[in-house]
């Protein structure tokens, strides 16, 4: 983690980047880390390679507590709808966006 810590301090997305997709494609699944490369496509406007990290998540992972909030994440970009009927509605969902 220390490594992520400072290619975040220091700028340096691309290493960011290539340090969580790195730990992806070595089967280290951490919610920090696919939360931090996210956000950061997100920042940079990289929203497909956002939702790509994302969707491998939830491949792996479908009823955890992470995962409702991979899915908000997912609705807030416009991928899904959180009304859907396969999606709980936002406001009986275990979770609160402050």
């Given amino acids: 983690m220390a490594l ?3 290619a975040d301090r220091s700028d340096d997305n691309k290493a960011l980047l290539d340090v969580c997709k790195n730990l992806r494609d070595h089967g280290v699944i951490l919610e920090e880390v ?3 490369e996210a956000v950061t ?3 940079y406007d990289d929203v497909d390679g956002a ?3 994302l969707d491998a998540y939830l491949a ?3 009823n955890d507590y992470f995962s409702r909030l991979v899915n908000l994440r997912k609705a ?3 991928i899904i709808d959180p009304c859907a009927p396969n999606e709980p509605h936002p406001e009986l969902a ?3 966006v402050v």
């Fill in 4 to 6: 992520l810590e400072c």
């Fill in 34 to 36: 696919i939360e931090l």
């Fill in 41 to 43: 496509r997100e920042k």
């Fill in 60 to 62: 792996l992972q479908t």
């Fill in 51 to 53: 939702v790509e990290v």
């Fill in 76 to 78: 807030v970009l416009g």
């Fill in 94 to 96: 275990p979770y609160h």
